[in-house]
């Protein structure tokens, strides 16, 4: 444990080193995220009925996703994995005194936390700034603080044991936008990041209860707003760890299954 907290502490500070990138991000976040605001503010003016979720706790939801962003999508990547694994060169990282799981798993989790503490902190000051109905609210309650902290890093841990999937399907297809491809669609997608859970048809809603990308991003942002009640989010942070559980010895299992028929070839 001592080595892979080693690696994360190390990642995390080479991470760190990226402000200029990180304030370019900020200034794209805020650019999609006004535009993605009006989008909605015009579906709601000529909304038939009223929708399951307010505009206030959409622009909650929004302004939250894109302060988070490197949190809950998949897109972002650590393209040195893949060419390691495409290359042949991951016989290097077998040869390393450490399981290759937890080492991959704390690089990614750093990498996500340095590139969020860089750009998380503007979006959300700017954003509680803002005029109304703009601006982000505070929580409803201390307790759904508190609440939305866990999930929202109960999510972080989530997502990054769904990406070793990516990484570990890549020894399978070699092909690294492929995979990216089909996991960075369905996770964005069910997660909430196209459209929130809440306004989808039924039927879709049934399927992304059912899978664990929601709640990676839309269980947390709508605890935040108070549209999952307290008590519905105490039980949702049961959900995330056992979904974290199944899915860390899936994965630990999985990668130990494809490193078992890696072939490398070369001098």
Not at 68 to 76: A, D, E, T, Y
Request: proline content about 6%.
């Amino acid at each position: 444990m001592k080595m892979y907290l080693a690696v994360l502490r190390l990642r995390l500070n080479m991470g760190m080193q990226y402000r200029a990138a990180a304030l370019a991000g900020v200034a794209t976040q805020f650019f999609w995220g006004f535009i993605i605001i009006m989008v909605f503010e015009a579906f709601y003016e000529h909304a038939a009925m009223t929708p399951p979720i307010s505009i206030k706790e959409l622009i909650q939801y929004i302004w939250l996703q894109q302060a988070f962003l490197v949190f809950v999508m998949m897109w972002f990547r650590d393209n040195e994995l893949f060419d390691l694994i495409t290359s042949g060169n991951i016989a290097y990282e077998l040869c390393r005194p450490s399981g290759l799981y937890g080492f991959w798993y704390a690089k990614l989790l750093a990498q996500r936390l340095s590139s969020a503490l860089l750009r998380c902190f503007p979006i959300l000051i700017v954003a509680f700034l803002l005029p109304k109905p703009y601006k982000l609210e505070p929580p409803p309650s201390i307790w759904a603080f508190l609440l939305f902290l866990s999930s929202l890093l109960l999510g972080l841990l989530l997502l990054v044991a769904i990406s070793m999937f990516l990484y570990i399907s890549v020894f399978i297809t070699l092909s690294p936008m492929g995979s990216l491809l089909v996991f960075g669609v369905l996770s964005e997608f069910f997660a909430g990041l196209v459209i929130p859970v809440p306004l989808m048809p039924v039927w879709l809603q049934k399927i992304a209860y059912v899978l664990p990308f929601r709640w990676t991003a839309d269980f947390p942002f709508r605890v935040y707003s108070g549209h999952i009640p307290e008590s519905e989010a105490v039980f949702g942070i049961f959900i995330q760890l056992a979904f974290l559980t199944v899915l860390v010895l899936l994965g630990r299992a999985a990668l130990n299954g494809v490193l078992k028929k890696v072939v490398v070839q070369g001098g």
